[in-house]
Nanobody
Framework: QVQLVESGGGLVQAGGSLRLSCAAS????????MGWYRQAPGKQRDFVAR?????????RYAVSVKGRFTISRDNAKNTVYLQMSSLQLDDTAVYYC????????WGQGTQVTVSS
């Protein structure tokens, strides 16, 4: 089984930056990709970004974050990062890490709050 531990959330002013981390442990060798989703109060969980972990590290982003967020990986540490810049009020949400392999695993979530 795979376990995910997220960290790095917090309170930041609009225009600021935060970096989220997601460390995977357990049987991670069968992983295909890792990604980030977010869920604001009263809304559905939405895709934010994804990175391929089994191949060349290709990335994909939601339109709303492209150019502001960067997803990266450290394979040696089995960790994926989400660098968030130029944060906006609409970025406020609980951010969830996702691991995809033969099955899908979700992290517990980390709160990001952007204030004006």
């Amino acid at each position: 089984q795979v376990q995910l531990v997220e960290s790095g959330g917090g309170l930041v002013q609009a225009g600021g930056s935060l970096r989220l981390s997601c460390a995977a442990s357990g049987n991670t060798f069968s992983g295909i990709s890792m990604g980030w989703y977010r869920q604001a109060p009263g809304k559905q969980r939405d895709f934010v970004a994804r990175i391929d972990t089994a191949t060349g590290g290709g990335t994909r982003y939601a339109v709303s974050v492209k150019g502001r967020f960067t997803i990266s990986r450290d394979n040696a540490k089995n960790t994926v990062y989400l660098q968030m810049s130029s944060l906006q009020l609409d970025d406020t949400a609980v951010y969830y890490c996702q691991w995809i392999g033969p099955y899908t695993i979700w992290g517990q979530g980390t709160q990001v709050t952007v204030s004006s």
